[in-house]
């Protein structure tokens, strides 16, 4: 079975940094676009940031451009998100997904890790 198990949250405060990580298992990583999105209490599942199938493109979210990047290790099968200059409005669950397609729409991403708890305190 396919797993995607993220780790790295937890309680940081305004301005602070973390890293996720994601560790993948199952299925062939380098063949897999890889992508994090979040769920904030009372909002719906948004797109974070995406990284294709060898770590040359990437996208983000508009407005977390400049204090997020996803990078990928292969050879480890783990892609991370480093968080920077957190914000309040940061705090969510972030979950980690897998798709053979490039794709910033949470829709198009078959595999879906449970997801870890960032918590940006003022």
């Known amino acids: 079975q396919v797993q995607l198990v993220e780790s790295g949250g937890g309680l940081v405060q305004a301005g602070g940094s973390l890293r996720l990580s994601c560790a993948a298992s199952?299925?062939?990583?380098?063949?897999?676009?890889m992508g994090w999105f979040r769920q904030a209490p009372g909002k719906d599942r948004e797109f974070v940031a995406s990284?294709?199938?060898?770590?040359?493109?990437?996208s983000y979210a508009d407005s977390l451009k400049g204090r997020f990047t996803i990078s990928r290790d292969n050879a480890k099968n783990t892609v991370y998100l480093q968080m920077n200059s957190l914000k309040p409005e940061d705090t969510a669950v972030y979950y980690c997904?897998?798709?053979?397609?490039?794709?910033?729409?949470?829709?198009?991403?078959?595999?879906w890790g449970q997801g870890t708890q960032v918590t940006v305190s003022s």
């Open positions: 997904a897998a798709d053979r397609t490039y794709s910033s729409a949470a829709r198009t991403y078959y595999y």
């Open positions: 990284i294709n199938w060898s770590g040359r493109s990437t």
């Open positions: 199952g299925l062939t990583f380098a063949n897999y676009a």
